[in-house]
C-alpha cells in the first residue's frame, strides 16, 4: 500500500500538466498587477497540497480557485499560502 502513496505522489499525467499550464496562464492574465513569480508560487503551494492524492482529475480547477480566490483577497506571497495549503496528515 506504501508504494501506491510513492507512487502518486508529484506524478502526473501530461494532460495535468498542460492543464496547471493553462491555469497559470489565465491568472497571470487576470491578475497582471500581481508579479508573474508570486503567481507561480501561489498556484505551486495549492498544488502540492495534493501530492500523493489519488484522484486527480479536479486538481486543476480546484487550485485555480483557491488561487484566485487569493489573489482577490489580496495574498500575493507564497509564504501567505504555504501554512494554509498544507492537507491534514499528509
Known sequence: M???T???TR???SSEAEAMARVVERLRQQF???H???IDAIVNGHYEAFDGR?????????VER????????G???????GERTRAPNA
Open 75 to 81: 495574498i500575493d506571497t507564497a509564504a501567505a499560502v
Open 6 to 8: 510513492s507512487r502518486n
Open 11 to 13: 506524478r502526473h499525467t
Open 32 to 34: 497582471p498587477e500581481v
Open 36 to 38: 508573474p513569480n508570486a
Open 66 to 73: 483557491a488561487t484566485r480566490a487569493d489573489l482577490q483577497a
Open 2 to 4: 506504501s508504494g501506491s
Open 54 to 62: 489519488p484522484v486527480r482529475d479536479f486538481v486543476p480547477v480546484l
